[in-house]
C-alpha cells in the first residue's frame, strides 16, 4: 500500500542524491589547475543529461526488469522508456512508494556514478571521446552490475551479498573504472615532474559540503521507507564520516605536521564511501571502526601504490571509491546483522557466521573483475576507432580553452598553479 510519509520521503532523498552531482563538480573543480575547471564541471554535469536520458530509454529496463535467461545479468526491456513503472501504483521493488517514484530514485545514482569516473581522466582527455566512453560505459558496466547486486534474480545477490547503497555498483565500479581508464589514456603531460595543485580549497569544501549533506539521503533513503532502517543507515553514515575524517587528520599531523582542509574533506567523503554498502546492516559501533580504519588504508593507495606503479588517476577516484567501495563491502561481509536488516541471511565474520562474509568477498572480486574487463574493452576500443586524447599542445593550453572556448576566470593572466 502507498505510504505518503515514505513518498515524501524518497521524493526528497531523491532530489538529495541528484544535488550531490553538482556538489561533486564543486569538489572535483576546485582541485584541478584553473585552466581546466570548466573541462572538470562539464565533464560533471554532461553525466546529468545523457545517465537520465540513457536511464529512461533503456536503462532502469536493463537493470531493473525482468532477468534475461536466468542468468542474473541484464533485465529485459519490458520497462524501456517506463513502460509499465507507474507514477501512481507500486512496483515489484517496494510495496510503499510508486514504481516510477523507485526508477527515478534510482536514477540519481546512476547520474552520479560515471562522474565519479571522470574524475581519473581529468586534463586530458577529448570531450567528444568522454562522451561516448560514459555512454557504453552505462550500458556495458552501470546496468548489468546494477542488475546483478540489486536486480530481481540478479546473479550477485543470489550468492547472499548484500550492498545497501552502492559500494559495488557505485564506488568499486567507478574506482576501478577510473584506473583502468587512466592507465590506458595514459599520465598527463609532466606527471611525476610538476607539481598538481588544487587551485581553490573553498570550492572543495563547498562541493565536499554539499555530498557530506547528500549523503544522509544517499544511504538513508535506500531504505525505501521513512523507518528505523533509514535512521540506522543515516546514523552509521554520520558516525563513519565523522570517524574517517578525524582518522585522515591524525596520519596528517603525524606524517607531515599539520593538517589540512583539504585532507579533512577528503577523510569524511572515504568514510561515507566505506560506509555506504554496509549502512543498512551494521550498528553504530562497527560505523566507527569502519570509517576510522578507511582512511589509512586509502592513504596508503593514494599515496604509497600510486606511486609505486605511477598510473596517473588525477582526482584519486580509484584511491578514495575503488579502495572505500571495496573496504566497505568487505567490513559488511565483518560487522552486518541480520537482527538490523532481515535481506542480510547471515550475520558477519565477527558475529559468528562465515557466510556472509565469503559472499562479500565473492561480491567484490566479481564487481572488480567485471569493470575492469568491460572498461579495458570500451577503452581500448574507442582508441583503435578515435582520437581519446587531446593534443599536446591543446593539453598545456588547458581544456577549457582548447574543448571548449570558455574560462572560469577571464580576467586570470598569471601563471597557473
Known amino acids: 500500500m502507498i505510504n505518503s510519509g515514505d513518498v515524501a520521503f524518497v521524493l526528497i532523498g531523491s532530489m538529495l542524491v541528484f544535488f550531490m552531482t553538482p556538489g561533486l563538480g564543486l569538489f572535483y573543480g576546485g582541485m584541478v589547475r584553473r585552466k581546466n575547471v570548466i573541462n572538470t564541471l562539464m565533464s560533471v554535469l554532461f553525466c546529468c543529461g545523457l545517465?537520465?536520458?540513457?536511464?529512461?530509454?533503456?536503462?532502469?529496463?536493463?537493470?531493473?526488469?525482468?532477468?534475461?535467461?536466468?542468468?542474473?545479468?541484464?533485465?529485459?526491456?519490458?520497462?524501456?522508456?517506463?513502460?509499465?513503472?507507474?507514477?501512481?501504483e507500486a512496483g515489484p521493488y517496494a510495496a510503499n512508494i510508486p514504481g516510477a517514484l523507485f526508477a527515478i530514485f534510482q536514477l540519481m545514482f546512476c547520474i552520479i556514478t560515471p562522474a565519479i569516473l571522470v574524475g581519473a581522466l581529468e586534463g586530458r582527455m577529448k570531450f567528444s571521446a568522454m562522451f561516448i566512453f560514459i555512454a557504453f560505459w552505462l550500458l556495458l558496466v552501470y546496468y548489468p552490475l546494477a542488475h546483478m547486486v540489486w536486480g530481481l534474480g540478479g546473479f550477485i545477490a543470489g550468492l547472499g551479498a548484500v550492498d545497501f547503497a552502492g559500494g559495488n555498483v557505485i564506488h568499486i565500479s567507478s574506482g576501478v573504472s577510473g584506473l583502468i581508464a587512466c592507465i590506458i589514456l595514459g599520465k598527463r603531460k609532466g606527471y611525476g615532474i610538476l607539481a598538481y595543485h588544487p587551485h581553490n580549497i573553498p570550492m572543495v569544501f563547498t562541493g565536499g559540503a554539499i555530498l557530506w549533506v547528500g549523503w544522509f539521503a544517499f544511504n538513508g533513503a535506500s531504505a525505501l521507507a521513512a523507518n528505523g532502517l533509514a535512521?540506522?543507515?543515516?546514523?552509521?553514515?554520520m558516525i563513519a564520516s565523522a570517524a574517517a575524517m578525524l582518522s585522515w587528520m591524525l596520519m596528517e599531523s603525524i606524517l607531515y605536521k599539520k593538517v589540512t582542509v583539504l585532507g579533512a574533506?577528503?577523510?569524511?567523503?572515504?568514510?561515507?564511501?566505506?560506509?555506504?554498502?554496509?549502512?543498512?546492516?551494521?550498528?553504530?559501533?562497527?560505523?566507527?571502526?569502519?570509517g576510522a580504519l578507511v582512511s589509512p588504508i586509502c592513504l596508503f593507495f593514494m599515496t604509497k601504490i600510486k606511486q609505486k606503479f605511477g598510473y596517473d588517476?588525477?582526482?584519486?577516484?580509484?584511491?578514495?571509491?575503488?579502495?572505500g567501495g571495496i573496504w566497505g563491502g568487505i567490513a559488511t561481509g565483518l560487522f552486518a546483522q541480520s537482527?538490523?536488516?532481515?535481506?542480510?541471511?547471515?550475520?558477519?565474520?565477527?558475529?559468528?557466521?562465515?557466510?556472509?562474509?565469503?559472499?562479500?568477498?565473492?561480491?567484490?572480486?566479481?564487481?572488480?573483475?567485471?569493470?575492469?574487463?568491460?572498461?579495458?574493452?570500451?577503452?581500448?576500443?574507442?582508441?583503435?576507432?578515435?582520437?581519446?586524447?587531446?593534443?599536446?599542445?591543446?593539453?598545456?593550453?588547458?581544456?577549457?580553452?582548447?574543448?571548449?572556448?570558455?574560462?572560469?576566470?577571464?580576467?586570470?593572466?598569471?601563471?597557473?598553479?
Not at 531493473?64 to 541484464?74: N, P, R, T, Y
Not at 541471511?345 to 572488480?368: H, N, P, Y
Open 51 to 88: 545517465a537520465t536520458v540513457m536511464w529512461f530509454a533503456i536503462g532502469y529496463s536493463i537493470s531493473f526488469g525482468e532477468d534475461v535467461g536466468g542468468l542474473g545479468v541484464v533485465g529485459n526491456l519490458s520497462n524501456a522508456f517506463f513502460s509499465g513503472v507507474s507514477a501512481t
Open 313 to 323: 588517476d588525477s582526482l584519486d577516484a580509484f584511491g578514495c571509491h575503488g579502495i
Open 231 to 237: 535512521v540506522q543507515a543515516m546514523g552509521n553514515t
Open 339 to 417: 537482527a538490523i536488516n532481515p535481506i542480510a541471511q547471515w550475520d558477519g565474520l565477527f558475529f559468528g557466521a562465515t557466510e556472509l562474509f565469503v559472499a562479500q568477498l565473492m561480491a567484490v572480486g566479481i564487481s572488480v573483475i567485471y569493470s575492469a574487463a568491460m572498461t579495458a574493452i570500451i577503452m581500448l576500443v574507442l582508441k583503435k576507432v578515435m582520437t581519446i586524447r587531446v593534443s599536446p599542445e591543446a593539453e598545456a593550453l588547458g581544456l577549457d580553452i582548447s574543448e571548449h572556448s570558455e574560462q572560469g576566470y577571464p580576467a586570470f593572466s598569471g601563471i597557473d598553479q
Open 265 to 290: 574533506v577528503t577523510g569524511a567523503i572515504i568514510g561515507l564511501v566505506a560506509i555506504t554498502p554496509g549502512s543498512g546492516y551494521v550498528p553504530f559501533g562497527a560505523a566507527l571502526v569502519i
